[in-house]
């Protein structure tokens, strides 16, 4: 597939939209600027995220994926198939070990890395690509520690260079057409949002890879993909461990660290019984099984609640060790009126009340109103993204992050919304801990917040 656009209205665009936004703000310097057609990227982990953010790769002309480091031979033989598939070159496989990944930011010939590695390599190898002189696609989590936030933070800027965090959700069509609607006052004032990851992973966090999901009561080395390293998080940690899907988003309806910013959290959690009880209930489990005997530190409903410098509240949640059908929950409340998302994200679902529109305390039609504000990112390239995963939101992520390095402009997320999103995850960890008392959120951005301007969502283009 080829990215519909036209290229000479691409080129103008691309000097207009790239000299407004330069002047608009760009502490990084790009790495990329004598390759500005062709973006050369390296993929740190092609696991099971990472392979489709290298098939959204292997569909650009623009876009040569130059290297691959992973030290599991199978999920390496899956990328090298997929990239047959596409029939690109194979690209160099660094998979000599968990650190072999350094050979291949020793390469000389990549401008960029997307990094889709288990939660604890991320923060290392981000800043480990930074001081190599790599622009960085990371994927999502929560840190490890809250030291990890400052650490990425300091490395891009004293590199200079531009670290994305890769939340997709941030581009999920209803999502957009709600931002949208917040940008042009339609909810009055936003007062208090909504969002989490509600999502049961009982099937991811023990799988032995016989069948995609369900399909086992193992994990650590005898687990296949997520299974391998995610449920250790499970079984040390109690904390909200994946912000970033529900924060994204609202962290973009209230411009946080442009012109607001988190300043306090307070976590607390549920007990634990959702990953014993699916072991003791498994067809490969039992109640003699040795996991069924684990003690899994994490509760099983998280919530944290988050205040922000201009007075909104936001409320995460993180429910993924319970039987429930998938919803992320999000909601959008002002002054004016406030959206409830559809369970599956249906775009044209949800539901929408306002007060100088609706009947009193009466659901609107969203149909209307969602057709109206539709992203035009999202009529632009629909098309493009029409077998992309999750949706279609894994293409409009991944678009971003490749047309700003080649328009050489600052990511519309960027490395201090990363460190922000991911400092919640300690922070929930210590607020838990301590009867959910409440956090202090730092400023990344060290003042600047009060003078960054809002850049998502603005341009049709990425
Ligand atoms: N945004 C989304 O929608 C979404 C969806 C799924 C996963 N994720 C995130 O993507 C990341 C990866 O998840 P996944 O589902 O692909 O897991 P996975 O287990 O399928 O893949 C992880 C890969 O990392 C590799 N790896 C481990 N140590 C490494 C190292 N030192 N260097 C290089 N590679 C290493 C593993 O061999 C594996 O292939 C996680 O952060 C996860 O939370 C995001």
């Keep these: 597939?080829?990215?519909?656009?036209?290229?000479?209205?691409?080129?103008?665009?691309?000097?207009?939209?790239?000299?407004?936004?330069?002047?608009?703000?760009?502490?990084?310097?790009?790495?990329?600027?004598?390759?500005?057609?062709?973006?050369?990227?390296?993929?740190?982990?092609?696991?099971?995220?990472?392979?489709?953010?290298?098939?959204?790769?292997?569909?650009?002309?623009?876009?040569?994926?130059?290297?691959?480091?992973?030290?599991?031979?199978?999920?390496?033989?899956?990328?090298?198939?997929?990239?047959?598939?596409?029939?690109?070159?194979?690209?160099?496989?660094?998979?000599?070990?968990?650190?072999?990944?350094?050979?291949?930011?020793?390469?000389?010939?990549?401008?960029?890395?997307?990094?889709?590695?288990?939660?604890?390599?991320?923060?290392?190898q981000g800043v480990e690509a930074l001081n190599a002189g790599k622009i960085v696609g990371m994927e999502v989590c929560g840190a490890i520690k809250l030291q990890d936030c400052w650490d990425i933070v300091h490395a891009a800027e004293k590199n200079k260079l531009g670290v994305m965090p890769l939340e997709n959700v941030c581009y999920r069509r209803d999502i957009m057409a709600v931002h949208n609607m917040v940008t042009k006052g339609m909810f009055g004032e936003v007062l208090h949002l909504q969002g989490g990851y509600q999502h049961d992973l009982r099937g991811v966090l023990f799988n032995d890879g016989v069948t995609p999901y369900d399909s086992g009561a193992e994990f650590g080395a005898k687990g296949?993909?997520?299974?391998?390293?995610?449920?250790?998080?499970?079984?040390?940690?109690?904390?909200?461990?994946?912000?970033?899907?529900?924060?994204?988003?609202a962290a973009m309806a209230v411009n946080i660290n442009r012109g607001n910013r988190l300043t306090r959290l307070s976590s607390v959690a549920t007990k634990s019984r959702g990953l014993n009880r699916y072991i003791v209930n498994h067809p490969k489990g039992g109640a003699n099984h040795p996991n069924a005997k684990i003690k899994y530190k994490q509760g099983d409903i998280v919530n944290t609640q988050i205040q922000t410098a201009n007075g909104e509240t936001i409320l995460l949640t993180l429910d993924t060790s319970s039987p429930r059908p998938y919803n992320l929950g999000f909601r959008v409340q002002g002054t004016n009126g406030l959206w409830e998302d559809h369970h599956a994200g249906e775009f044209d679902k949800g539901m929408l009340h306002f007060e100088d529109i609706s009947a009193k305390h009466t659901w609107d039609n969203p149909q209307k109103f969602m057709e109206e504000n539709d992203h035009p990112l999202w009529k632009r390239f629909e098309k493009d993204a029409e077998n992309s995963g999750h949706g279609g939101m894994d293409f409009f992520v991944d678009n971003a992050f490749i047309e700003c390095i080649k328009r050489k402009i600052e990511f519309p997320m960027d490395v201090y919304d990363l460190a922000t999103w991911y400092a919640i995850t300690p922070l929930s960890e210590k607020s838990i801990a301590m009867g959910g008392q409440v956090q202090g959120i730092p400023d990344f951005t060290n003042g600047k917040w009060k003078s960054r301007k809002p850049i998502f969502g603005l341009s049709d283009e990425y």
């Design 1 to 124: 597939m080829t990215i519909h656009y036209d290229r000479r209205k691409f080129l103008k665009q691309t000097a207009i939209a790239g000299a407004g936004i330069a002047l608009l703000q760009s502490p990084f310097k790009s790495y990329a600027s004598e390759h500005a057609t062709k973006v050369r990227v390296g993929m740190i982990a092609i696991g099971m995220r990472g392979q489709l953010h290298l098939s959204e790769m292997l569909k650009r002309n623009d876009v040569e994926v130059i290297a691959m480091a992973d030290p599991d031979k199978q999920m390496m033989a899956m990328a090298q198939a997929l990239v047959k598939q596409f029939n690109k070159k194979a690209p160099v496989e660094y998979s000599n070990g968990n650190h072999d990944y350094r050979n291949l930011l020793k390469r000389d010939d990549i401008d960029a890395v997307i990094i889709a590695s288990p939660w604890e390599w991320h923060v290392p």
């Design 224 to 249: 296949y993909s997520e299974a391998k390293w995610r449920t250790q998080h499970y079984v040390d940690r109690n904390g909200e461990n994946y912000p970033t899907h529900g924060l994204g988003p």
